[in-house]
């Protein structure tokens, strides 16, 4: 269980797949293996990051376009990078991310029209490192997300059915296409989600 020591984990997907949950989990999960873990949230974490976040999903924010938000985004992502994950896995912390880059390929980049390989590009000039060692995507379909939303919807999710159905395919495809990503359905009860990722890490990580 040593190797989970200085791992950056992503989980990841659609609104409504319940990565903040999952995330949970697997941070205890890794702390009884008897290693540090920290859980961040991208955007957010830090307080330029949670300005940043409140911006993003403020209703009253409607005509920003996709590539503020883009912007926006990756400036949350960067100041997360500096102050709190590089330091923690410099410290052999198992980090936990709630979102990372592959939120923005699926939504601005794909659903968007941005461009993917645009955002990666960006990235890349951004970010000392921008793959983790594992993203898990949390793969579930519109109907059955939208009982877990919030009444009081954010402005990315109200963007409407047609915008996240692209989003949900931008998630599939970057996961087909790119190697250290997994897909775990995540309609399924939240004890069976959390073994199927604990199974993917054990795996993909534990035993590579």
């Known amino acids: 269980m040593n190797d989970l020591k200085g791992k950056f984990i992503v989980l990841d997907g659609p609104d409504g797949c319940g990565k903040s949950t999952q995330a949970k989990l697997l941070s205890k999960w890794v702390q009884d293996q008897n290693v540090s873990a920290v859980t961040f949230r991208d955007p957010g974490t830090t307080p330029i990051g ?17 590539a503020a938000e883009m912007l ?13 994950i590089e330091p923690a896995l410099n410290e052999g912390k198992c980090v936990i991310l709630d979102r990372w880059i ?39 379909d519109l109907k059955s997300a939208a009982p877990r939303l919030k009444s009081d919807l954010d402005r990315m999710e109200k963007k409407g059915l047609v915008y996240h159905k692209k989003v949900r395919d931008g998630f599939l495809s970057l996961a087909d296409a790119r190697s250290g990503f997994a897909v775990v359905d995540a309609s399924e009860d939240i004890k069976t989600v959390h073994s199927k990722v604990i199974e993917i890490i054990t795996k993909k990580l534990l035993t590579d």
């Open 50 to 66: 949670e300005k940043i976040r409140n911006i993003l999903l403020d209703n009253a924010n409607t005509q920003m376009s996709t």
């Open 72 to 84: 926006l985004y990756m400036a949350a992502r960067a100041q997360l990078w500096t102050q709190c």
């Open 102 to 140: 592959s939120s923005t390929c699926a939504y601005q980049g794909f659903a968007g029209g941005f461009g993917v390989d645009k955002i990666i590009t960006i990235a890349q000039e951004s970010l000392p490192r921008i793959w983790p060692d594992m993203t898990i995507i949390l793969d579930i």
